[in-house]
């Protein structure tokens, strides 16, 4: 069948059977890979269009007064679709609602094969950031001229297609192949399509010069790096001159360079650093070009010296921007040539061994499952890392990826065949080569705690992001366990006549009762499971009883709760820890079996290397949940830990976390870390509270004897370019007028959005107040004028969010936690900044309540030692999301007064840029805000 009929319908509304209906009806046909007709027209649907509906599509009900009704054009429809694949952008919903229209009127529904371009882009375009259609066009370089037009979406879809096809053409029989015998699981009917493709391959050599295969898998073949010496002559501060001078390489690179003392600066500092053996503390303020201001000494003093540095950030986001954007940009205009490596956890690559093994494994796959295989057989013949992060899996897919990591490989046998093809071990191979190692904080933090095995030997580093370096440290020495991973472990492992990993082995060698205990393994397992469920029901039910007396409440809208053996009512915490007992009982038992399982078969010399594995990997996790239970309830630890237990009070009975951290990590790090390093160079935007770095020196464990400390100013002129608005007529939360707060807010925010034409960040914190005021906005903007998006409530990532807001005109982003940073909207997208509160954690959130109490006994004040610091340098942190170029302009509107009415509110103000500040009325707040814009 060579005919394509794509089709893209606007409608009333999302759902046929709540009698919503269709307004019009674009089609393209597509024949021999061309588009050889097209159609459109717009249906009365003989009620109201709703006005968001209008304002999506621009079809109003006087567009559609005078168009025929759908009967009138259902025989042409039908007959258009007559011998050829149905094609929509989310099949599901057009067909639905053409086949609802058709039997509403007496015709027969449309039984053609069906391809959902969402789907098929999904499979062919792994790497795509986003699976809209507007967003796929320009991933593609897709023109779409009208969107939320059926023709214009029609012709995109088309075009879509036409693409996808020319992928799938490009694509290795092998890769073809295994996407032939998962079709079945599809929503597409892409049977015909694959079988023909598997044909012509069959009788001709495809050109595949950087594909290779091994095992039936198909993936880009890539070339071990070469290592090339070279010597540094200059001195350094010629290398910075003929960077950072006029008519320097900077200058010749980019037309619009403007130099910017601060950079050469830093540059200056972190080389003084490195040979002076020293530490350093580096605020650089937005604009300061903070990337390229690090990069140029590393590269300089990694090459000169044939000793590698490390590079840490704490996002995927700016690792991604320094190897995508920055060293790019840097080799165009520094001379010396250098290696650089990205080198992340085991976990981020995928075992080929893994995937190959598992593939064929079809019984126990869903449509996520079937859909992660085929998308990453396609990703395998263009990825060069073999990185998951460079994939959109969805969801339940990362279930599935956690078998196939490199993590789920037990002992690495370097004969092994799979050895060299490893992105894992190649990540590594290249990390040894090259001259600049970039990494993240978890990997940074997981090597410094087990003895330093996992990243290349360095003496030097430079840690980006640093205001997160000591949580993640915490984090990263202390553990986490939850119900839902536990259960899923032992979901995997399963009974003995379950075809799961534990029955799979019984079957695959022929395991009687008189080999092992069969019998008692269905019972261990089903009352190690049942004994899960007691156990963290009955913590559930334990933090919603203590909830009285400590109500904290976690960004996420977790309910939290701290335990102390000392302070726990004895009664139920003995019979909690009674259960705990019996958990690591059972498990100690199903490990011993799964041991005798594998001595046993060892010892027959007939245990297949994967079923061992699998058998070494489920044994070793249980025996860490056996490990961290006993840290957790029975014993402490080597340093003193915080403990506490986080319940989801939407999700089920037994949705509980169970976490532990060092109530102070600052010696850990000093001995482990700042005194067996050479230099480390801590940066950030925001590591100062009113220009001192006292509170980021001791949390972190820092001396004073070998650190240089430094706050580079911003070259942006914010005294021009931003207004800090502060209103002193808000309801005071403190006399309980929540409800009253939230109202004034949610007006401020609506009449800000109309001087602003929206373009507004809104950043809370707390949930739970984010909630609130996204509900009473919904019920305030009658007229949809505004596109309201709240984190947690609309669907998506934060980059999605991010990216929603930007592609709207008129929106509205209300975002908590993570929006506070790392979040960039230059230019005309963001005009107005607003912070709901100032930045205090609870006071009685774990972590924060038992470091103050600590420093309380030690004769300290823990509101100005910790929560204050840290409070003003999330302050910093979210004002800095405004300005991001010398030519944006905007207004921060501040509704906490507490910034001007209480003593330590200057710790705030004190701590930005100098800017120009009023406290006034709201509505002269409103009246000064217009006159400025």
């Not at 067996?676 to 509170?695: E, Q």
């Amino acid at each position: 069948m060579d005919k394509f009929v794509v089709v893209d319908l606007e409608t009333t509304g999302h759902s046929p059977s709540k009698n919503d209906k269709i307004i019009e009806v674009g089609i393209v046909v597509i024949e021999n890979n061309v588009i050889t007709d097209t159609r459109t027209t717009l249906l009365n649907p003989s009620k109201s269009i709703p006005p968001f509906i209008s304002n999506l599509t621009g079809i109003s009900d006087e567009d559609v007064v005078e168009a025929p009704l759908f009967y009138e054009k259902a025989d042409k429809i039908i007959d258009i679709f007559k011998d050829s694949y149905l094609i929509a952008h989310n099949v599901t919903f057009d067909l639905g609602f053409l086949n609802a229209e058709l039997a509403a009127n007496g015709r027969e529904r449309l039984m053609n094969p069906v391809l959902d371009t969402v789907e098929l882009s999904r499979i062919l375009f792994p790497k795509a950031p986003s699976y809209k259609l507007g967003q796929l066009a320009s991933y593609l370089d897709i023109r779409h001229e009208d969107p939320h037009r059926a023709l214009s979406d029609a012709y995109v879809t088309a075009k879509l297609f036409i693409k996808l096809k020319e992928k799938l053409e490009s694509l290795p029989y092998e890769t073809i192949d295994h996407l032939f015998k998962l079709e079945k699981m599809f929503i597409s009917d892409v049977k015909e399509l694959l079988s023909e493709r598997l044909e012509e391959l069959a009788f001709s050599i495809a050109d595949q010069k950087d594909i290779t295969s091994f095992k039936g898998l198909a993936f880009k073949h890539i070339d071990d790096i070469i290592k090339e010496t070279y010597v540094v002559e200059t001195s350094f501060g010629e290398y910075l001159d003929e960077i950072y001078e006029e008519n320097g390489s900077m200058q010749r690179q980019f037309t619009k360079y403007e130099k910017r003392a601060g950079q050469r600066e830093m540059s200056e500092i972190i080389y003084d650093s490195f040979h002076s053996s020293s530490h350093a503390l580096i605020e650089a303020e937005t604009g300061t070009g903070k990337s390229l201001g690090y990069l140029i000494p590393a590269v300089y003093e990694a090459v000169k010296t044939k000793h590698k540095i490390i590079i840490s950030t704490y996002t995927t986001q700016l690792q991604s921007q320094l190897l995508d954007e920055e060293i790019p940009s840097i080799r165009d205009f520094i001379e010396i040539p250098f290696k650089v490596a990205l080198l992340k956890g085991k976990s981020h690559y995928i075992s080929l061994e893994k995937f190959t093994h598992e593939l064929d494994n079809t019984q126990t796959d869903n449509y996520d499952t079937a859909l992660t295989k085929a998308m990453l057989l396609v990703w395998l013949t263009e990825t060069e890392t073999g990185d998951i992060d460079e994939v959109q899996l969805p969801t339940s897919g990362y279930f599935f990826y956690k078998k196939i990591s490199t993590d789920a490989e037990s002992n690495v046998d370097p004969q092994s065949p799979w050895f060299s093809r490893s992105y894992y071990q190649k990540a590594r191979r290249k990390a040894q080569k090259a001259d600049i190692i970039i990494t993240n904080h978890a990997l940074l933090c997981t090597d410094m705690f087990n003895d330093y095995q996992f990243l290349p030997g360095y003496e030097k580093v430079i840690i980006d992001e640093a205001h997160h370096f000591e949580d993640t440290a915490s984090r990263h020495y202390g553990m986490k366990l939850d119900y839902i991973n536990m259960q899923f472990t032992f979901n995997q492992i399963g009974r003995s006549n379950d075809g799961k990993m534990f029955g799979k082995v019984l079957k695959n060698y022929s395991l009687t009762e008189e080999h092992i205990p069969i019998e008692s393994w269905d019972e261990i397992l089903d009352k190690t499971k049942y004994e899960i469920d007691d156990l963290f029901q009955t913590l559930y039910q334990y933090v919603v009883s203590q909830h009285k007396n400590s109500k904290s409440l976690s960004d996420i809208g977790r309910l939290q709760y701290r335990f102390k053996e000392e302070k726990e009512e004895q009664t139920t915490w003995s019979i909690i820890k009674e259960m705990v007992s019996r958990v690591t009982f059972y498990m100690r038992d199903a490990i011993h079996i799964l041991s005798i399982i594998e001595q046993h078969l060892s010892e027959r010399e007939v245990l297949d290397k994967y079923d061992r594995e699998d058998l070494l990997s489920m044994t070793a996790i249980l025996q860490d949940f056996i490990d961290g239970l006993e840290l957790l309830f029975f014993t402490e630890g080597t340093v003193p830990q915080i403990k506490w237990i986080e319940i989801d009070t939407k999700g089920s009975k037994n949705a509980v976390y169970l976490y532990s951290e060092p109530s102070d990590i600052s010696e850990l790090l000093a001995d482990e870390f700042f005194e067996s390093k050479k230099s480390v160079i801590l940066t950030s935007a925001t590591l100062t509270m009113k220009n001192s770095f006292d509170f980021i020196q001791k949390r972190l464990g820092l001396k004073p004897d070998r650190l240089i400390t430094k706050k580079i100013e911003s070259p942006f002129s914010y005294k021009d370019q931003v207004q800090l608005l502060i209103p002193n007529d808000f309801p005071d939360i403190k006399y309980g007028n929540m409800d009253d707060f939230i109202y004034a807010t949610c007006e401020a925010i609506i009449s800000l959005a109309e001087i602003t034409k929206g373009r507004m960040l809104v950043l809370f914190t707390s949930y739970d107040m984010l909630k609130k005021s996204y509900s009473l906005l919904k019920e305030i903007i009658t007229d949809n004028e505004y596109i309201l998006i709240g984190q947690g409530i609309t669907s998506g990532s934060r980059s999605r969010l991010k990216k929603n807001f930007q592609t709207f005109d008129q929106a509205i982003l209300l975002g908590t936690s993570s929006f506070w940073e790392g979040v960039d909207i230059p230019g005309e997208d963001l005009s107005c900044l607003m912070i709901v509160r100032l930045p205090f954690q609870p006071p009685n959130h774990p972590v924060f309540e038992a470091k103050s109490k600590m420093l309380k006994e030690n004769g300290k004040n823990g509101f100005m030692e910790l929560s204050l610091p840290n409070a003003v340098i999330k302050f910093k942190q979210g004002f800095g999301r405004l300005i991001r170029s010398s030519s944006d302009r905007g207004i921060v509107f501040v509704c906490d007064a507490r910034i001007i009415k209480t003593r330590y509110g200057k710790f705030f103000t004190e701590s930005i840029p100098d800017v120009p500040l009023t406290f006034d009325s709201t509505k002269n707040l409103l009246t000064k805000a217009e006159e400025w814009f």
